[in-house]
């Protein structure tokens, strides 16, 4: 059997396992809370038929008119036909998994209680030389506010949803593989285990939680700036979802590790192996979000780095994996021994 042969049954073997893994993720967010898991799949389930068509449609035309505007069409029909059913694969596991995501998350502090702050907001002081966020304030003029609260926000969910849209449509298996295998450990591993076992709430509910006044600078600095009254109304709905126990799309509280960090991380390792320039552009939005993280104090500066370390050696491992799959390989040996045996009886 040749190489390339060998190397795309191991990616289809490591997929299919992922997808079994995934599933298992669901179904323990389901054993957990059975009606929160299902309302997150209800509410998930208008985003992914609605924007995701729209952005596998606009990934496909673009694709398209770069790598063959002389029949984009056919480029399309080749796309769907070559990729279309492992894409939907990929979208139908990407919400159950999500739904899965927010039923931990909102979960966490029944399991572990808040406990890691203080800890966190001492290292932040001590490698910083003092809070992190006073400097980011007093550098940031407050007319870039606006911009910031898109950028956070808006831009991050297009991301998100793009470059998982591009990865499930990409012809280069073996990258594909990496980044599929890279983002569910990321979800699950940093987002679910790294976060049940550093549980904690972040800057902006610090001294509701811990009391003090702590970070009543940056709360009094964000109320009094009109222009990040979004940030200051998607805290007060995670916080009321927490004090009233009502589970729902916007409900969860966590700090560190940083998902909203880890992920435009991931992406730009995925895409530097695309392009060069979009990897840059990438790194540049990750900064951008790590960097506006502790501005709003949604994290503690720590909770970024720890979070861009712990991908970097996830997207390394997952390169390892892709590369190389002892299971599948002894198969595909054991399987290869078989047909030559046979053959010499022939």
Same mark, same amino acid.
């Given at each position: ?91 139908? %596991? ?8 927010? %039923? ?40 870039? &506010? ?50 049940? %076992? ?5 800057p902006i509910y610090y001294d509701r939680f811990l009391g003090g006044t702590r970070f009543a ?23 009321a979802a927490y004090v009233t126990g009502t589970g729902g799309l916007v409900a969860g509280i ?6 909203? &960090? ?23 939005? %990750? ?6 993280? &502790? ?17 970097? &050696? ?33």
């Amino acid at each position: 059997m040749s190489d390339i042969a060998v190397g795309g049954e191991r990616r289809q073997s490591i997929l299919t396992r992922l997808a079994i893994l995934c599933f298992a993720y669901a179904a323990g967010a389901a054993l957990i809370d059975g009606n929160l898991y299902l309302l997150n799949l209800a509410k998930y389930l208008p985003i992914f038929l609605g924007i995701v068509p729209v952005f596998c449609a606009v990934n496909l035309l673009l694709s398209a008119l770069v790598s063959s505007s002389k029949n984009p069409l056919g480029f399309v029909h080749n796309a769907l036909r070559e990729r279309g059913a492992a894409a939907v694969g990929i979208g139908v %596991t990407c919400w159950v998994g999500m739904a899965a995501f927010w %039923t931990y998350k909102f979960h966490i502090p029944e399991l572990v209680p808040f406990y890691a702050d203080r800890a966190l907001a001492n290292v932040d002081e001590v490698i910083h030389f003092g809070a992190p966020w006073r400097f980011l304030h007093s550098i940031t003029p407050d007319a870039a &506010v606006p911009a910031m609260v898109l950028i956070y926000f808006p831009a991050w969910v297009v991301q998100f949803a793009a470059v998982i849209v591009f990865a499930a449509f990409h012809s280069n298996d073996g990258n594909r593989t990496r980044y599929l295998v890279s983002f569910a450990t990321v979800i699950a591993g940093l987002g679910t285990l790294l976060a049940g %076992t550093l549980s904690s709430v972040g800057p902006i509910y610090y001294d509701r939680f811990l009391g003090g006044t702590r970070f009543a600078g940056l709360t009094d600095a964000l109320h009094a700036n009109a222009d990040a009254s979004l940030i200051i109304r998607v805290s007060e709905q995670l916080y009321a979802a927490y004090v009233t126990g009502t589970g729902g799309l916007v409900a969860g509280i966590s700090a560190m590790p940083s998902i909203h &960090v880890a992920v435009p991380a991931l992406n730009t390792l995925f895409l530097l192996t695309v392009n060069r320039w979009a990897g840059i552009a990438g790194c540049i939005f %990750t900064a951008a979000i790590m960097f506006e993280s &502790v501005y709003f104090g949604w994290h503690y500066a720590v909770d970024g780095y720890v979070s861009v370390i712990a991908v970097s &050696v996830i997207w390394y491992v997952a390169g390892l994996i892709t590369k190389y799959d002892k299971w599948t390989d002894g198969m595909a040996c054991i399987r290869d021994a078989g047909v030559a045996q046979a053959s010499s009886y022939e």
